[in-house]
């Protein structure tokens, strides 16, 4: 059977944070309790006024096929957020509402690179990113960045590896797996160089003692991913969306059209309360989240693991465990399989992302005393 596969099925890496979670779920079977920070999903449940609007956009039978791009009423809400947060004014019609953020990468990298092309994109970076684009046939340009840099793309290294082949550079802030933002200067002088900017901003909102930027506010080059998962804890509800130059919106909705049809109709219905009335709830997780970002940076410090850079945004801390060894694939099974805490290896993010592991703090305040205890425990017996 496996000559009857296509080479980009055969060839397309794992999410090795998926096999950390799924090896974890093997081992929850036999008895034991397993500290989950290898996963970047909040832990609250979705605020009820959100979860009260998709019951109601049931009730009222709101469950069809919507357009394309999604219903008029969610696209002129994301509108107006992104006026009231960033200054930024955008129609209407800039806007596809997709099925979460993944498939509208998908969207975009299929509008943008051709077979051969390039895509700038930082390392460390989100583990699917490259894979969007070699499925694609382009090839992704990996530029590293460092701890001491917080981990920040250099404008002038970027501008060093810029060819006719390159077509877009990828940016995330903040950033997964890393936690750090890019900085309103850097942000600027990458907006300058010419070529469109995919700006992946689904972490917005999670920001603590500083305040992103969205790329809007340098240039309309740009394509903007967004969504409701992270900010909201509505991953389930599967929703993200693009905002767009208006160019590319028609062949970006014909993508749609062909692959997805339109968005869940009861999610974007949901989405809409989301934007509107549940911010007393994003603040309360917000605060909860910070409070556990706090412990978490200061208790690995105390364990040894270097943080040169503190993270400002998400819910990730990557650390610096090169002291305990070269390969965070093997330390990370190890520390699951011994202390029964689950931790996502650096080498899932890029090979720059090699002798870190990422730790996210979605969880309980009680669970990351729990597996930090463990793991000191584990670090003890080393």
Not at 92 to 110: E, H, K, W, Y
Not at 224 to 243: C, D, E, H, P, Q
Request: aromatic residues 10%; contains cysteine; hydrophobic residues 40%.
């Amino acid at each position: 059977m496996k000559g009857l596969m296509t080479n980009k099925a055969l060839e397309i890496p794992s999410f090795i944070v998926m096999d950390v979670m799924e090896k974890a779920l093997e081992i929850q079977k036999q008895g034991h309790h397993i500290i989950h920070l290898e996963i970047g999903e909040p832990d609250f449940p979705t605020p009820q006024c959100i979860c009260q609007a998709g019951i109601e956009a049931i009730q009222k039978g709101y469950t069809h096929y919507t357009h394309s791009q999604g219903i008029i009423e969610l696209r002129e809400t994301i509108c107006q957020w992104y006026f009231d947060k960033h200054g930024v004014s955008i129609e209407p019609d800039q806007i596809i509402i997709t099925s979460g953020t993944s498939p509208a990468l998908l969207l975009i990298i299929s509008a943008l690179l051709d077979k051969g092309d390039q895509i700038i994109m930082s390392d460390p970076h989100y583990p699917c990113y490259p894979n969007y684009a070699r499925f694609l046939g382009a090839e992704p340009l990996f530029i590293k960045v460092h701890e001491e840099d917080a981990f920040q793309l250099d404008p002038t290294t970027v501008r060093k590896n810029l060819s006719p082949r390159v077509k877009a550079i990828l940016i995330n802030s903040p950033s997964n797996p890393t936690g750090t933002l890019l900085s309103r200067e850097k942000m600027a002088a990458i907006s300058e160089l010419g070529v469109p900017i995919i700006s992946d901003e689904i972490y917005h909102g999670l920001v603590y003692g500083e305040k992103e930027c969205s790329i809007l506010e340098f240039t309309d080059n740009a394509f903007v991913l967004n969504g409701f998962s992270k900010l909201f804890a509505m991953t389930g509800w599967r929703l993200g969306y693009i905002i767009a130059p208006r160019d590319f919106v028609r062949p970006l909705q014909k993508l749609q059209q062909n692959f997805f049809i339109s968005a869940s109709s009861v999610s974007q219905w949901a989405a809409i309360a989301a934007l509107r009335d549940a911010q007393k709830d994003v603040e309360r997780m917000r605060k909860i989240y910070n409070e556990r970002r706090v412990f978490l940076v200061s208790r690995l410090k105390e364990l040894g693991f270097g943080l040169a850079t503190e993270p400002r945004g998400a819910f990730y801390v990557f650390a610096n465990a090169k002291h305990l060894s070269s390969n965070s694939y093997d330390l990370a099974f190890d520390i699951l399989e011994k202390a029964h805490v689950g931790v996502a290896p650096g080498i899932d993010f890029g090979k720059n992302g090699e002798g870190f592991l990422r730790f996210s703090y979605a969880n309980s305040m009680e669970n990351l005393q729990e597996g930090l205890r463990r793991i000191e425990k584990y670090l003890q017996a080393r």
